[in-house]
């Protein structure tokens, strides 16, 4: 981590007795939350099967469950992140967001059927909202635009580590005990170590950086203010800061890369651990075996694939200034047989190796995405890039998709393997041609943003 720490910020003024103002335990603050943050959001896909059967479900049951989720995370992303950008400690937004989590998430071991299971998973999709727009501004406030791409790749690491605490806490349970009690105590294990990081996040301070005065859009400026310019005036309501982000052509890069990327691993995510379970599937895997496998998949690919891109990205960017987009576009191309050949195959071997590098390859973005919007926008207006980006991006990418390819597979006779072909190959290719062609754009962008 020493790379990444050098022209951080590490200090800001001390009001309270006990203040965490540095940035590397601010970042593995972050590295936690995230962590926790998907061990609570997977763990209801790794014990999906059993949820399934318990309660009679069908794929597009399952599709509709994980579309709920989405759907109030993404719309309560917005006034949350613009909220963040207004409030003088966006550390403060994610200590609320993070305790609200997980006590939805613990709340959903009480579930008695399909109804109680979607009003606790999107409850826990309000909590999740308030923390990932406030917290991106925050982290980039820390680390320089130099350092950013690679900060933010290794941030999306305790994404991976999550899953992979997903699926392996409910393996072990499932493997000691009946699947009707395993299912249950998996959550109220997972909410637990939420309420102690939102604890510890509400000590974070602000450094100088964020607290930057956020930039208006035309016709939201006074006269003769320029939009985006240092000193300008704030925009006053919620629509000027969404205008202001979205007059960034990059932000409409963003939304369009990660909406397609989204279209891919979410219904993915959501059925393979359904799909080599099937008795309709090539591999018909026991409960915990199929648990451990795919957390397996996922993590081996997942953390090779954030760590790769974001170095990557920032290597490309020494070649060339657009080097983050075409990172991106590198991480399309090599998902697109792989992700194929995963979905193809009839062998367990190929379908883990496969699979591992669909999922390094669909990982390569991350660090990258996440970095752009923080790279092109105003400081002040952060929260609210990530925010709208995130909305844009989830509406456009996997609020359908899940229910999409669970009404496919039910179609298909309970079959999700060629439903998310059906889905997720068109998509990949599509991703390939516009981040071959945005790289021009992003740089552009970068041109026109304020220094740092």
């Keep these: 981590m020493s790379e990444i720490t050098k022209g951080a910020h590490t200090r800001a003024p001390a009001r309270r007795t006990f203040v965490i103002a540095r940035a590397l335990p601010v970042f593995w603050l972050m590295f936690a939350i995230n962590l926790i943050n998907y061990l609570d959001r997977l763990i209801a896909v790794a014990v999906g099967p059993t949820l399934k059967a318990e309660f009679h479900l069908t794929d597009r049951d399952i599709g509709i469950l994980s579309s709920a989720f989405l759907l109030i995370y993404t719309i309560s992303a917005l006034p949350l992140g613009a909220l963040a950008d207004r409030t003088r400690s966006r550390a403060r937004v994610v200590a609320l967001g993070v305790g609200l989590w997980s006590l939805f998430s613990g709340l959903t071991a009480l579930a008695t059927g399909f109804a109680s299971l979607v009003i606790t998973r999107a409850l826990v999709g309000v909590g999740e909202a308030s923390y990932y727009p406030a917290g991106t501004a925050l982290l980039s406030a820390y680390f320089p635009r130099a350092a950013r791409a690679r900060v933010m790749g290794r941030w999306q690491v305790g994404q991976l580590m999550g899953i992979l605490f997903a699926f392996t806490l409910s393996g072990a349970l499932f493997a000691l005990l009946p699947a009707p009690v395993a299912w249950r105590m998996a959550f109220l294990i997972a909410a637990a170590p939420g309420l102690a990081l939102a604890a510890l996040m509400w000590f974070v301070a602000e450094p100088p950086a964020a607290r930057v005065t956020p930039l208006p859009v035309a016709g939201d400026a006074p006269d003769g203010a320029v939009p985006h310019a240092p000193g300008a005036q704030p925009p006053r309501t919620l629509a000027g800061q969404v205008l202001a982000a979205l007059s960034i052509p990059s932000i409409w890069l963003v939304i369009a890369l990660q909406a397609l990327i989204f279209t891919v691993t979410t219904p993915a995510i959501t059925f393979l651990p359904i799909y080599i379970r099937s008795r309709e599937g090539p591999f018909h895997l026991g409960a915990a075996h199929a648990a451990f496998l795919t957390g397996i998949i996922i993590v081996v690919g997942g953390v090779t694939g954030a760590l790769l891109g974001g170095s990557l990205a920032d290597r490309l960017t020494r070649w060339n200034p657009g080097g983050r987009v075409l990172a991106v576009g590198c991480g399309f191309l090599l998902a697109l047989p792989c992700f194929a050949a995963m979905l193809l195959t009839t062998r367990l071997t190929i379908f883990v190796l496969a699979g591992t590098l669909a999922v390094l390859a669909l990982n390569l973005p991350t660090g990258p995405l996440t970095a752009i919007p923080q790279d092109v926008t105003p400081p002040g207006l952060r929260a609210t890039a990530v925010a709208i980006t995130l909305l844009l991006s989830h509406m456009l990418g996997d609020i359908w998709s899940p229910t999409a390819v669970g009404t496919l597979a039910t179609a298909l006779h309970e ?6 072909l ?12 516009i981040a071959s062609a945005g790289a021009g754009l992003y ?4 041109r026109e943003a304020p220094e740092e």
């Design 415 to 420: 079959r999700p393997g060629p439903a998310l």
């Design 422 to 433: 059906i889905v997720g190959l068109p998509a990949l290719a599509l991703g390939l041609i």
């Design 443 to 446: 740089v552009r962008n970068l």
